[in-house]
């Protein structure tokens, strides 16, 4: 039988993979010998499995995560499968050079403060944008504001503005809540270059975060904003509030936004809070600090219908994730109608809310692990 089979050295040797990597993915099912020797436990491998092999490599090469690897090399020929695993990754990768090029932009900057302090002040930017868009993406993240005061960084909403786009974020770790606001006079792309566009971004505290949302109520249809230099200002109506930013830096929160969903689910808001405010909930150690709280599971069965799960384990085939019920009915839309897309990647994936039509707008939720038969 061996005259037909590749030792672990001529695949490791064939293939650009070294022996204990053959090892450690026959140990993990990635890539299992065809053969494993009863009496001297050598293993042989197929000449069919030096080209999994060398693709293996290569994934490998390229940060390739181990489920990933073997959702590749399992893929059904023909079905699209491994190329859809492999262009996600892409578009990760590229994000991660996008996050690495905007954070060596702000190091250079910091440098250049160290360096030349007394010339290197950092600049303000003042622009305008849309007041109700505003109004509307500070009600979409304020839930999401901490209160730990040992966390001060999170006592706030971070705006992000870059290229002629507004970001506004806010976490208290175990939620985060994003929304977005177009500059009108803004270029066709958030990251065109130029110097008139800038990066600049500053944490309004929650007092003047919510000053501002009491400004803008005024029903002006514009409103300007100035931030950087220690100062977050917002005008609008003939009526002005300022305060000073929070001196921190805020969390890196692109990272958390790279979601991979397994099922994406569309259905209205008010039919998901009736769910959850009827559904079956359970008291788990899970809250802010340890605390009890009530945990709402949602359970998608192999049809794609989302459901309340009951007590008890889930169906096979079916996905549960659980979450914190009050962080969740804060997530979703107080009154009307709006549609809602769940992204649900897996038991222990944060969930996403998005607003249909509004990708900008979307909600995470850190998941509630339930142990088995809870």
Do not use: K
């Not at 005259?3 to 293939?15: F, P, W």
């Not at 802010?288 to 889930?314: K, S």
């Amino acid at each position: 039988m061996e005259s037909d089979l590749r030792s672990i050295g001529e695949l490791a040797r064939d293939s650009g993979l070294g022996v204990s990597a053959l090892r450690f993915y026959d140990g993990a099912d990635v890539l299992t010998p065809a053969w494993v020797d009863p009496q001297t436990g050598y293993r042989w491998y197929a000449p069919a499995q030096l080209a999994d092999a060398r693709l293996l490599c290569r994934l490998r090469r390229v940060g390739l995560p181990l489920a990933d690897i073997r959702a590749v090399l399992g893929a059904e020929a023909g079905s699209g499968a491994a190329h859809r695993v492999v262009d996600a990754h892409l578009r990760r990768l590229e994000a991660g050079l996008a996050d690495a090029r905007r954070e060596l932009s702000l190091i250079r900057t910091l440098i250049d403060q160290r360096e030349n302090p007394m010339t290197a002040t950092p600049a303000a930017r003042t622009f305008t944008v849309p007041a109700r868009e505003l109004a509307e993406a500070l009600g979409a993240v304020r839930f999401a504001v901490g209160a730990d005061p040992e966390l001060p960084v999170l006592s706030g909403v971070l705006f992000d503005l870059e290229g002629g786009l507004l970001r506004l974020v806010a976490t208290d770790r175990y939620r985060m809540a994003l929304a977005e606001v177009r500059l009108p006079d803004a270029p066709d792309l958030p990251d065109a270059p130029g110097e008139g566009w800038a990066p600049v971004a500053a944490i309004a505290p929650t007092a003047l975060v919510d000053g501002i949302r009491a400004l803008l109520g005024s029903g002006a249809e514009e409103a300007e904003l100035t931030l950087g230099a220690g100062l977050v200002r917002a005008e609008t109506g003939g009526h002005r509030i300022e305060g000073a930013a929070l001196d921190h830096d805020f969390p890196d929160y692109r990272s958390l936004t790279r979601l991979d969903p397994v099922h994406r689910i569309d259905l209205a808001a008010a039919e998901l809070r009736d769910a959850v405010e009827s559904g079956a909930t359970r008291s788990l150690p899970s809250g802010p600090n340890g605390g009890v709280c009530e945990v709402t599971v949602l359970t998608v069965g192999r049809d794609g219908r989302l459901t309340v799960a009951a007590d008890g384990d889930p169906a096979p085939g079916d996905l549960r994730v659980a979450v914190n019920r009050d962080f969740l009915l804060d997530a979703l839309p107080a009154a009307g109608p709006e549609q809602l897309v769940l992204e649900l990647a897996g038991p222990i994936a944060p969930l996403a809310i998005r607003t249909a039509g509004r990708d900008g707008t979307f909600s995470i939720l850190m998941p509630v692990r339930v142990a088995d038969g809870v």
